[in-house]
């Protein structure tokens, strides 16, 4: 009888603590996010909006197209601003085409076009910061958010952090 009592008593601390691992608060239940200093590069936007759009994956043919066209755009943009041609940043353009902290917003839609959506709404930011809220929204008065899961905030012209979710650590 004793035995059958504690059986039951061990399962019952066991189910409850299973639940108790299972049951999250708000907080828990937001999409984890990592802030970064380097965010998506042009052709990581493109693909996600091409796919979203399309249902498939590109052709060869227009990819070749995309690319074309996004060098066509870089190299214009150099020629009519030679400080920047000039400075390191050209090579985030030209080479490596991805988006860093301290970027102009004419740069950062040189390489990934118009945002899906942009808000100065604190709150909103806020929810897009998660974690990093803190330190991001001393400075940020912006946020224009990309494809996949990537938040870029803004302080008037400049880029000065930004954030994205739904990505494994370190990737």
């Known amino acids: 009888m004793i035995r059958l009592t504690l059986q039951r008593s ?4 066991f189910v ?19 802030r970064a200093t380097q965010g998506p590069t042009a052709e990581e936007v493109w693909m996600a909006r091409f796919v979203k759009g399309y249902d498939r ?20 943009f150099l020629s009519k601003r030679p400080d920047i041609a000039t400075s390191p940043r050209s090579r985030q353009l030209r080479f490596e ?3 860093v ?6 740069e ?12 100065s709404d604190a709150t909103a930011m806020r929810a897009g910061a998660g974690r990093f809220w803190a330190p991001i929204g001393a400075h940020a008065k912006e946020m224009w958010t990309y494809p996949p899961g990537w938040r870029l905030y803004f302080d008037g012209d400049r880029l000065v952090d930004m954030v994205v979710a739904g990505r494994s650590p370190l990737q």
């Open 10 to 13: 061990l399962l019952l601390v």
């Open 16 to 34: 409850a603590s299973a639940l108790a691992a299972c049951a999250t608060t708000d907080e828990e239940k937001s999409v984890d996010v990592q």
């Open 57 to 76: 994956f590109p052709t060869f043919d227009e990819k070749v197209t995309w690319k074309e066209g996004l060098e066509t755009r870089i190299l214009t």
């Open 97 to 99: 085409r991805s988006v």
């Open 101 to 106: 902290v301290g970027m102009q917003k004419d």
């Open 108 to 119: 950062v839609v040189l390489l990934l076009d118009q945002p899906d959506a942009s808000t």
